[in-house]
């Protein structure tokens, strides 16, 4: 996130001898994106952050592409991803292209026997359903229905479920995600126009620090493979940091709708940027108030965006036969639209109680196996009168 945190103790200046109290010293670590260019994050480690005992193997996570170039129109029914124990192994791969791969997962048990990091990609992790705490090498977030957690590239961490019903919309992004720089002045601070403040952004303020010799097992994802890595000492053994780089979270409860008299485009409901794709929160709000209006979207040319749209609660307007986990798909190349009905029932009424996450990437996304297997495909003659 781009303002300035720090969390438990460093030394005054960087890069200075700074001393346990037994007299030895601390490990520092820049943690960064973008070569020395991006976000980075300065921390300090009670044992060298380098130390691999064994790499055991690994095993190929690439998602099955099913459709590779595709032009229909789809609806998934997210909610069908059967539940796993596992993590990771319960994470599946539904739509992807070379810049970001959307998942859905549905984990009953907390991450207990290793570490995780994601050296590809950001995640950025909505949850649906379930709460718990993200417990990563920066520092914790406690998280419930309706966050996103999102985590840069490189963090180092466990995924703590409160109970067995968990339900998240994940996407795994190789561009750094970011607020929108439209939302922000010359100095990073969010501004007066944009939907959310840095008072809605959580950072991590529980940093668990152990200085632990043994065993420890890091799956480490690099170039869409796991490779199992097991380091001498533990992960979480940074005593404090400071800078730019970590893992935060926000509630889409929290983001502020922009309305209009008359339809406002999907631009105003973004929440996250990328260069590759963009993410929106359509969130309970009013709608227009030109006495004229028409409240559903007009049909629009999704000529070179796949607009991706996760439902999540409420009665979404523009579309029928929709449910909470459904995802459609429109991609890029032809038009799409509200379904028979819906700008008819639109019109008069003041107010939708819709939550969805919609993305929006710039290249074609190819359908997965994993798609296949919960997809409608009769979805796309849907607009037939
Ligand atoms: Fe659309």
Redo the contacts with the bound molecule.
């Keep these: 996130m781009p303002f300035y945190h720090k969390l438990g103790e460093i030394p005054p200046k960087r890069h200075t001898i700074f001393r346990k109290p037994n007299g030895d010293l601390y490990y520092e670590q820049l943690f960064g994106t973008i070569g020395f260019d991006g976000m980075a994050t300065n921390m300090y480690h009670e044992h060298r952050p380098t130390q691999v005992k064994e790499v055991k193997g690994s095993y190929k996570v690439a998602p099955k592409i099913a459709i590779a170039n595709n032009i229909k129109s789809y609806r998934f029914h997210g909610f069908k991803v059967k539940p796993e124990k596992d993590y990771l192994d319960s994470r599946k791969a539904v739509l992807t292209n070379s810049d970001c791969t959307i998942i859905l997962a549905a984990p009953t048990t907390s991450q207990d026997a290793y570490f995780y990091k994601n050296a590809d990609e950001d995640e950025l992790i909505f949850i649906h359903e379930g709460s718990g705490k993200l417990r990563t090498h920066l520092g914790n977030l406690d998280f419930k229905y309706g966050d996103y957690l999102l985590i840069p590239r490189g963090t180092i961490y466990k995924m703590d479920f409160d109970t067995s019903e968990n339900r998240l919309f994940i996407v795994a992004s190789r561009r750094p995600i970011y607020t929108p720089k439209r939302y922000r002045n010359w100095f990073g601070q969010l501004l007066e126009h944009a939907p959310f403040c840095e008072r809605d952004i959580r950072r991590p303020e529980e940093l668990e620090t152990y200085n632990e010799k043994g065993d420890f097992l890091m799956k480490v994802k690099k170039q869409d493979e796991i490779f199992d890595m097991v380091y001498a000492t533990h992960p979480f053994d940074v005593v404090g940091y400071d800078g730019y780089n970590y893992p935060y979270a926000f509630s889409i409860h929290d983001f502020e709708p922009i309305t209009g008299r008359v339809h406002q485009p999907p631009p105003v409901h973004q929440t996250f940027e990328t260069d590759a794709f963009v993410v929106c929160s359509f969130v309970p709000r009013l709608y227009d108030y030109h006495p004229q209006a028409i409240p559903a979207?007009y049909n629009?040319s999704n000529i070179d965006s796949d607009?991706v749209l996760y439902y999540v609660d409420g009665d979404f307007m523009s579309r029928n036969d929709i449910d909470k986990g459904h995802i459609s798909l429109?991609p890029a190349g032809i038009p799409?639209g509200p379904h028979p009905g819906a700008v008819e029932r639109s019109i008069g009424k003041v107010k939708t109680d819709e939550l969805a996450v919609m993305v929006d990437t710039f290249k074609p996304l190819q359908v997965t196996e994993e798609a296949m297997q919960i997809a409608d495909d009769d979805y796309h003659k849907s607009w037939l009168e």
């Design positions: 979207p629009h607009e429109h799409h």
